[in-house]
């Protein structure tokens, strides 16, 4: 390489140093293809029969008195002694008749809003992990710094929708009140959407009156606008804890979003074959939704999925498989026949923010968008089987959700785009680089990576030889120098903060 090549590319890469992130606008996604059918319209119905016979027959354990109550007095068959219950098809399908197709949360700033159902796609910020990771820390605790950086990466990133439950879990808090100071972050960092906590009806409650203030709303304003949302995770094989009975119950009795997601893994919580574990999920999932309904009629509520397999030779979960990939697809067919909006996941079971996070994740990630997933959870930061989140890996996520971003734009065809008179101008043999219609093209013409690096080798070495996990942690650095936090009225925090005060003085040491 010459000394002034050698020079160029230098001053090139400070160029890029010095500019800010390049990202994707702000806006709501569409995918305005139609969805992928693995399953035809007779596999389906099988599914839905197997469904209905196992909720017939076999029933649903509910560990909560006043949800046995609700489900009796609705005419469900209940067995108080064993605690479970079993559905007919004709109540199901009349309470199904009262859920919607598609509705929205709004959050404090209502040009967030997250719109559910319909051809929309959103993406949300990784959920519930214990521990964190970074390439230059290493993999630590959960802590309240690291989630509130977290949270700052996802209000940066305009790809990130809303957020998830507790990015990571703030361990040096005090576990019965420490949801208070993440949904404070989440409130303050952040002027998006967020998953509330729904482990028993005071976490619930908390996230849904802590938004309400951050909306200058009451409870009844917010019940007929709904700004938050939560997953209730089925204990699969067929068991609602009271906890999360209660949390569903409380979040439905407000008006917000329920997402009823059992936890379906073949071969260990469902059967080996993935009908068998469709049928399962789909059994597990309308119990849960008829359950809102039965709170309040019209209570918003979304069909989720979480099916994939584990490695029969060790009992361990695995994630992006082929088996999950079509489980996404097959599921939100499922969805559809139910008119329900469908919420999927894309994870990895790697260890790393490493190549097998990447074709794992990404293997996921197809399943959900041709699967038409309306709220793809856990899209960005999900490492280790979920058991930690990861700076590197939120990056190269959010790299990837770029990329489907971009996949799902319409291509289009007009006298501009079909560019006839560039054809004529360059003679053949030449080139498209000075001519008119790509100079006035070419800063917007195609995707802007965030992590790939598309220099030769020598040039690229010159410039560190960086692999895209080692790209990755400065993106995020530079990230977190950029962020801007939201402005917040002052009233508006004071009363967040007098909240939480009092919250947590009533907790003390007890259940939340």
Known sequence: MTASRSRRSADRAHSRAGAAIPQLTAKSVRNPYPPMQLLSADQIEAIHVASMHILENFGIEVMSARALALFEQAGASVDHATQTVRLDRGLIEEQLKTTRPSYRLTPRNPAQAVHIGGDMINFTLVAGPPNVHDFERGRRAGNLRDYSDLVRLAQHFNCITMLGNQVCAPVELPANSRHLDTYLANLTLTDKSFHVSAIGRGRALDGIEMMAISRGL????????????????????????????EGLMTMAEHGQSVAVTPFTLMGAMSPVTLAGALAQQNAEALFGIVLTQLV???????????????????GAPAFGTPENTKANIASGQLARRYSLPYRTTPGSASNAADAQGAYETMMALWGAVLGHG???YHAAG?????????????????????????????????EGELALDALGRVPTGGHFFGDAHTLERYSTAFYQPIVSNWQNYEAWQEAGGLDATQRATRVWKKALEEYQQPVMDASVREELDAYVARRRQEIGGGDP
Not at 389 to 408: P, T, Y
């Open 218 to 245: 009451t409870l009844e304003q917010m019940a007929v606008d709904p700004g938050v949302t939560t997953i209730i995770s089925v204990n699969s094989p067929r068991r609602f804890d009271e906890m999360m009975a």
């Open 296 to 314: 309040r009629p019209g209570a918003p509520v979304m069909y989720g999925a979480f099916t994939s397999n584990v490695d029969m030779r060790s």
């Open 374 to 376: 309306d709220l793809v």
């Open 382 to 414: 999900w490492q280790e089987g979920g058991l930690t989140a990861s700076f590197e890996k939120f990056i190269l996520d959010v790299e990837m959700i770029q990329h489907m971003i971009e996949f799902l734009k319409p291509i289009a065809v007009d």
